[in-house]
């Protein structure tokens, strides 16, 4: 290795390093103003750089290891999906999108991975040859960029990221694969062993799940795929990337159908103390590759570095405002909040809601659709009211 490169992903994983991913940019930006529920497009990269450049350095400076491009669902069906116009082309987001996450990823040690997700035209059933398309023009900017690795990340069918790994490989670079599926296996029931199966015969190095899920249920799914690949002799590495929310009600289709999504899930977010736990059992079950999804602050992932600061050998920066399981509480004026600055303590509080009439869990929606459903095909057109009131009275209906 030439002095001063960086090691690369394979490089650190092969070496038994852990690497810590980042949060996530799409719930983070809408909530700062720079992303549009709904749609849930990155042309923020574009827009808005300023935004998408501070939250990389927050991540940074919280520990992560990765600068994820945002270029979630930036490919041109998603970007022009029921009548969302656009400023700027999904070239511009994307390079714009490579640009910033390179821009940060020197500014420390971290590399750069661009990241292709599933598309509207899957779910519409076009065919192979059109989705790989799809694919391939967002990998030809991450190609032009020099990234050093790619993620096909948020697939909820497996055959869709198989198509989306078999274009990533081609390009010579490390390949990961993360699906948001939960241990019910993909939405066509494929379980999670065979979905990890599929995919490493597809070209993938690194294999997991991101999204959908919570820790415990991510890390569940995990180890269900590990297990799998190992059976079939096999080798790959692991990452888990869940939801900063807690999700125990949810069924195969995970967060989207909990009657809170996307606007009142704040009931349900994760305390760092959670993510402490949760870093300790990803490491555990061999995963080497431990990050966040929606819902992960900066604080959350500084959280996974400083529990696992032992085995990685340092703190990041922002450990530098931040007192080891509450030890800054010591300097607080309040004798029975200085009382808290102990490990015992926040390991075991069992937070409140403040929410005196609320339940602790819901009902999730069930509409059991999936590919090839009519409700799931896509149009440029934006939805009509006749279509909203049809998707109103069924809702209704099964209240």
């Given at each position: 290795m030439a002095p001063g490169a960086k090691k690369g992903i394979l490089e650190r994983l092969d070496g038994g390093e852990i690497v810590i991913?980042?949060?996530?940019?799409?719930?983070?930006?809408?909530?700062?103003?720079?992303?549009?529920?709904?749609?849930?497009?990155?042309?923020?990269?574009?827009?808005?750089?300023?935004?998408?450049?501070?939250?990389?350095?927050?991540?940074?400076?919280?520990?992560?290891?990765?600068?994820?491009?945002?270029?979630?669902?930036?490919?041109?069906?998603?970007?022009?999906?029921?009548?969302?116009?656009?400023?700027?082309?999904?070239?511009?987001?994307?390079?714009?999108?490579?640009?910033?996450?390179?821009?940060?990823?020197?500014?420390?040690?971290?590399?750069?991975?661009?990241?292709?997700?599933?598309?509207?035209?899957?779910?519409?059933?076009?065919?192979?040859?059109?989705?790989?398309?799809?694919?391939?023009?967002?990998?030809?900017?991450?190609?032009?960029?020099?990234?050093?690795?790619?993620?096909?990340?948020?697939?909820?069918?497996?055959?869709?990221?198989?198509?989306?790994?078999?274009?990533?490989?081609?390009?010579?670079?490390?390949?990961?694969?993360?699906?948001?599926i939960g241990p019910e296996g993909d939405l066509n029931g494929v379980s999670p062993g065979d979905c990890a199966v599929r995919l490493v015969k597809a070209g993938a190095h690194i294999v997991g799940v991101n999204c959908h899920f919570d820790p415990e249920t991510c890390v569940k799914t995990v180890k269900m795929m590990k297990e799998g690949v190992e059976k079939a002799g096999l080798k790959a590495h692991y990452m888990c990337q869940p939801l900063a929310y807690h999700t125990p009600d949810c069924n195969c289709q995970g967060f989207i159908d909990l009657p809170e999504f996307p606007f009142g899930l704040e009931p349900r977010i994760l305390t760092r103390w959670d993510v402490q736990k949760y870093a300790r059992e990803a490491y555990n079950a061999g995963i080497r590759y431990i990050g966040?999804?929606?819902?992960?602050?900066?604080?959350?992932i500084r959280a996974l570095a400083e529990e696992l600061a032992t085995e990685r050998g340092?703190?990041?920066?922002?450990?530098?405002?931040?007192?080891?399981?509450?030890?800054?509480?010591?300097?607080?004026?309040?004798?029975?909040?200085?009382a808290r600055a102990r490990r015992d303590y926040w390991e075991t509080l069992k937070p409140a809601s403040g929410r005196p009439l609320c339940p602790s869990m819901a009902s999730p929606d069930g509409w059991g659709v999936t590919k090839g459903h009519a409700d799931l095909m896509q149009q440029k057109e934006a939805t009509s009211q006749e279509q909203l009131k049809a998707l109103f009275d069924k809702a209704n209906k099964s209240q």
């Open positions: 991913g980042d949060g996530g940019f799409v719930f983070a930006l809408e909530k700062r103003g720079y992303v549009k529920a709904g749609p849930w497009t990155p042309e923020a990269a574009a827009e808005h750089p300023e935004a998408v450049r501070q939250l990389h350095r927050e991540f940074l400076r919280a520990g992560s290891s990765v600068m994820q491009t945002f270029t979630f669902y930036a490919s041109d069906d998603k970007l022009e999906n029921r009548g969302h116009t656009q400023s700027f082309t999904g070239q511009q987001i994307n390079e714009a999108a490579c640009d910033l996450a390179r821009e940060v990823a020197d500014e420390g040690d971290a590399l750069v991975a661009g990241g292709v997700s599933q598309t509207p035209g899957y779910l519409s059933c076009k065919s192979e040859d059109d989705v790989k398309a799809i694919f391939k023009k967002q990998t030809d900017v991450f190609v032009e960029k020099n990234v050093d690795f790619l993620i096909a990340e948020y697939y909820e069918h497996v055959e869709e990221a198989e198509w989306a790994v078999q274009v990533l490989k081609s390009t010579g670079k490390p390949v990961a694969a993360t699906l948001c966040g999804c929606c819902g992960f602050e900066p604080y959350h340092f703190l990041p920066a922002g450990s530098e405002k931040h007192g080891n399981w509450g030890a800054g509480l010591e300097m607080h004026t309040k004798p029975w909040v200085r």
